[in-house]
């Protein structure tokens, strides 16, 4: 399964679409093959970097929610993607915490029903 870096944070302005960039940055310099994700539903500012393939995403019909279809066909391309291969996702302020929401029961789904899943979260936290 690819490396998955997704930038989350639940204020706007606070520099996750210029993390994502230079993730990207430094994948791209290193030959690694690269999948790139917005799903800002308010302001797609990581795929306004045209030195980056990034596709535009919909989690939801509304900026505030997550549709679980919507990011099953996320996760789907992200799980048919090259084994060594990396991806860049950058998060909404708006979505933060549907996503987040969204991600903990269904990763805690996972390891349930299907104990030799890879899927995984990690958390880090800042001040």
């Keep these: 399964m690819a490396l998955i870096n997704l930038t989350l944070q639940g204020k706007g302005g606070v520099g996750k679409s210029f993390v994502a960039s230079l993730l990207a940055q430094h994948y791209l310099k290193r030959d690694t093959p690269l999948h790139c994700y917005d799903t800002d539903p308010v302001n797609q500012t990581f795929a306004g970097y045209k030195a980056f393939p990034v596709e535009t995403i919909r989690l939801g019909e509304r900026p505030d929610e997550?549709?679980?279809?919507?990011?099953?066909?996320?996760?789907?391309?992200?799980?048919?993607?090259?084994e060594d291969g990396v991806v860049v996702i950058d998060n909404g302020a708006s979505?933060?915490?549907?996503?987040?929401?969204?991600m903990v029961d269904h990763t805690n789904h996972a390891h349930?029903?299907?104990g030799k899943s890879r899927l995984a979260v990690d958390r880090f936290y800042t001040d």
């Design 112 to 114: 349930q029903n299907h």
């Design 95 to 102: 979505t933060f915490l549907p996503l987040l929401g969204y």
């Design 66 to 82: 997550i549709n679980p279809r919507y990011f099953d066909a996320l996760i789907e391309q992200i799980m048919t993607g090259p």
